[in-house]
């Protein structure tokens, strides 16, 4: 889709470019990149393409949608962040938290997504039910994402961001990691998928899902064998998850 980005203020830029080396220092300092990427998502991963409501414009922040289920947890990650939002009262909570998600990928060694200013933040939550359930399978998983507009190749790229982070028993009813080094953004979600279950490391019912469904397991199996291929649609798909509803032309 074609975008037209709204014209933001050079003070705004400038409030931009430092809060990026402040998230940066506040990612090394508490190792949170993974609940940054999951804000960032769980964010944007309301919209729905049809209604054109929801989506990344700030309002995971307030209690409505922090209480959904999917969202347990991510309190964590809008306490971390006011400090930052106090900082530059002039960004939106819309733009921060996506901007902390990108971030939170350069710098565990991801791939550099592109970052647009000039969210704007609303005041409505959406409804519960929106993000994906771990437990299901690729059905509901095609029905989710198509909701935001996302395709099977686009759905297992952004699968692949579970490099980062692992899962806590009391948010999720899940325990453990996805990889052996949770806070390194790498191909190794798709290495540890087709070498089958290990002790200690995570393999949830929808990351299952991508290598039983034969159009995901394709993306599986290039993004196993190719890191840069990974990266590539990653950032692609990133970006995309990123603006939906925003600046559409």
Not at 40 to 67: C, N
Not at 99 to 122: C, M, N, Q, S, Y
Not at 190 to 205: H, N
């Amino acid at each position: 889709m074609v975008k037209a980005y709204p014209t933001v203020s050079e003070e705004y830029k400038v409030a931009i470019d430092k809060a990026k080396r402040k998230l940066r220092a506040l990612i090394a300092e508490k190792n949170c990149a993974p609940i940054m990427v999951r804000i960032a998502w769980h964010s944007a991963g309301t919209y729905d393409v049809k209604t054109k409501t929801g989506g990344p414009f700030g309002t995971i922040r307030y209690g409505a949608e922090l209480a959904h289920g999917a969202n347990s947890g991510l309190d964590i990650a809008v306490r971390l962040l006011e400090p930052i939002k106090e900082q530059f009262p002039i960004i939106t909570y819309a733009d921060l938290y996506q901007l902390a998600g990108v971030v939170a990928v350069e710098v565990t060694g991801g791939p550099d997504i592109p970052f647009h200013p000039g969210r704007e933040d609303k005041p409505e939550p959406p409804e519960e039910g929106r993000l994906p359930d771990a437990t299901k399978g690729p059905d509901h998983l095609r029905d989710v994402f198509g909701h935001m507009g996302l395709s099977d190749k686009e759905i297992v790229a952004l699968s692949g961001a579970h490099t980062l982070g692992r899962c806590h028993k009391e948010r999720s009813g899940f325990e453990g990691p996805w990889t052996s080094n949770p806070l390194l953004f790498d191909n190794s979600y798709f290495t540890e998928l087709v070498t089958g279950e290990k002790e200690a490391l995570l393999q949830l019912p929808s990351d299952k899902a991508l290598l039983a469904d034969p159009s995901f397991a394709v993306y599986v199996k290039k993004y196993a064998q190719d890191e840069d291929a990974f990266f590539a649609d990653y950032a692609e798909a990133h970006l995309k998850l990123s603006e939906l509803g925003f600046a559409d032309a």
